[in-house]
């Protein structure tokens, strides 16, 4: 079981240099499958540290830790312009994905453009389904008030998929917004966590523009609406959905950073529900 000591000494052991598994295991005194359940954990729950496979598939393959550094977000100018933005944004329309996509290389990223029907289709249920259940260790969620899993086919609804992701232990991580509009929202997403005996998903709030889902270190997934009300007339004659598809380690890893950045500024779903009097 890991306590917050072993987290800590864990932690100040990483910050001054990358360390491997086996020289975190010999520091804290434990095997090294433990260890890197450790260091699972930590990465996942708190996102101070990160791990990298070098020479991934070979019989010297080594397993680095590194210091997932917060302080430093960014490694261009671009990414440090792009934070200032997504730092001042609250509502969706203050931020586009389209500013980070221009950016991805064009063999690691793919865009679709669905009307309201195509979007709201069995099809793009069962993609948007598979992608989640594609995850192996997290599921990270920039969201708006929780929309996202109320989307259905049939009788399933997306919250049931982050259900059977909670039960394989896979986490999910949410930033949101908590308030009396949407607490139906949150107060089933919650619950979850009843059913499952443990806290597979972690909601907190915060205002911020980005409605993106990233997965593992694999995959992030940007939405965009564009609704002909804030347009001039004739410049859109319907609603249209776009989806952005990022594959870009790089990107992932910064938007990872940018995800914790908020998340550890942001206050607890539960904490901020009992501070407004909100039923749930």
């Not at 933005?85 to 203050?94: L, M, P, S, W, Y």
């Amino acid at each position: 079981m890991l306590d917050k000591e072993t987290a800590g000494k864990i932690n100040e052991f990483v910050y001054t240099k990358p360390r491997s598994i086996d020289e975190i295991a010999r520091h804290i005194g434990v095997n090294w499958r433990t260890a890197n359940r450790y260091v699972e954990k930590i990465s996942s729950e708190e996102g101070t540290i990160s791990v990298r496979v070098f020479r991934k598939g070979t019989r010297g393959s080594l397993k680095v830790v590194f210091w997932n550094n917060i302080e430093k977000l960014h490694a261009s100018e671009v990414q440090e312009r792009l934070f200032k933005q997504i730092q001042a944004g609250r509502k969706k329309g203050d931020f586009s994905p389209s500013e980070i996509f221009q950016f991805v290389d064009s063999k690691k990223k793919k865009l679709k453009i669905m009307d309201e029907k195509e979007y709201s289709s069995a099809s793009n249920f069962r993609d948007f389904a598979g992608m989640l259940r594609g995850a192996k260790r997290q599921v990270l969620f920039y969201s708006g008030n929780l929309t996202f899993s109320n989307m259905a086919h049939h009788d399933k609804k997306i919250r049931d998929i982050l259900e059977e992701l909670g039960k394989e232990k896979i986490s999910s991580k949410v930033l949101t917004r908590v308030e009396l509009a949407g607490i139906e929202n949150i107060k089933n997403i919650l619950s979850i966590n009843e059913r499952v005996g443990h806290d597979a998903v972690e909601v907190r709030h915060c205002y911020q523009p980005l409605r993106t889902t990233i997965v593992d270190d694999k995959l992030a997934a940007f939405k965009e609406i564009l609704n002909p009300q804030i347009y001039a007339k004739g410049e859109l004659k319907e609603k249209m959905f776009i989806l952005y598809y990022v594959y870009d380690e790089d990107w992932i890893e910064w938007l990872q950073k940018v995800f914790w950045n908020l998340f550890r500024s942001s206050l607890d779903a539960k904490s901020r529900i009992r501070e407004l009097k909100l039923f749930i």
